[in-house]
């Protein structure tokens, strides 16, 4: 595992980058318990990028036995082992990354570069407590965010999704999740902004993640994969319409959003089972509808019991890229949005959340921004299936990263 290397990678980015990104802020990142989110302090921390090589998921798993966080075995009791003074893990997960480790590490067609290039692949970073209490947040000073620069036009996207359903015209896959990205030059500090994004109105998973030139700040309301007490479960989200009684009605009426939903809901129960107990996965609860900012959308529960020695490593290779944002067949739509999607994912549509004695909280990187030296970038998309309307697939992208963009415009 090249934690040295990479590490002092880290390190010798600061002096150029970091004027850019001041760090007199504690990030507070999704899943860490709420009572210890203004005590944190950074211990130690590993970043991976694709010229390291090896295999990402491995090596979080030993990078966090190595500062006592053992993630070999989740199904082990949990004891007095941790030292003191660790209180858990960020654990972040980037699409790409999450492509190449699936199928036991099967590396697959990378698709386009990720357009923040600081950004790391894969950050493990673990905490402790300090006894004063660090700010979590500070002013916005100096803020201004200049026009979003889309990576295609409405009439790109619109092409994209005729050309999913032309693969599924052919058998190819049944279903596939289209991202698009867009960047905007900004000058001031974007930490607290990035902040801000998790107040909003059902961001379960709100927070920031950030390192030496980089930065990413998550309002994410889906659970990718959450551990606890012997039991894996994971909230699929699929299904969306404006937040007012018609749209919820619509979205409880509509054949085509119910059984798109549905089809993810079963590769995600074909997730869990490749980790679970046989016969132990079930289905909570499906299509209950949720509200986050000012759109419902759809979410199931499914869940199961943990087979045994199931490690952190092979819990990644098996969630991860989550389906919801990929499609079904998996591996067969992570083709499809190679080819057609124009640039990378980055921070988006991975995993990013905490790892701490006897449990794990990933959130799937939906509603997240990142940050490099000088831009800000962000994701949003949707699923396409046969009967999609092209038109309707552009306007749900536009209305998910709504209240995101309104949020980092407000500074």
Known sequence: MRRVESTERTRRLGPDVMRALPRGMVDTPPGAPAGCRRSLTELARWEWRPADGGDPAAHAQEFLAAHGLAAADLTRP??????????????????????????????????????????????????????????????????????????????????????????????????????????????????????????????????????????????????LVEVTGGRVLTRPIKGTRPATPTGRTELLASAKERAEHVMIVDLKRNDLARVARTGSVRVDELFAVRRWCDLWQAESTVSATIGDGLGLADLLRAVCPGGSVTGAPKLAALKQIAALEPVGRGASMGALGWVAPGRVNLGLTIRTVAADADRLHLWAGGGITWDSDPDAEVAEAAAKSAPVRATLAAG
């Open 78 to 223: 949990v004891g007095g082992h941790t030292p003191t003074g660790v209180c858990g893990a960020a654990l972040y997960v980037s699409a790409a990354a999450g492509a190449a480790i699936t199928a036991g590490g099967v590396r697959r067609a990378a698709g386009a570069a990720n357009p923040a290039t600081t950004l790391p692949e894969v950050a493990v970073v673990v905490y402790g407590h300090t006894a004063a209490p660090a700010p979590t947040r500070r002013p916005a000073t100096d803020w201004r965010l200049d026009a979003w620069t889309e990576s295609w036009t409405e009439r790109q996207h619109a092409d994209a999704v005729r050309a999913v359903q032309t693969a599924i015209g052919r058998g190819d896959v049944y279903q596939v999740n289209l991202v698009g990205h867009a960047a905007a030059p900004y000058t001031g500090d974007p930490l607290p902004v990035l902040a801000r994004l998790g107040t909003l109105p059902g961001a379960r998973y709100g927070g920031t993640l950030s390192g030496p030139g980089w930065a990413i700040g998550c309002a994410s309301p889906e659970t």
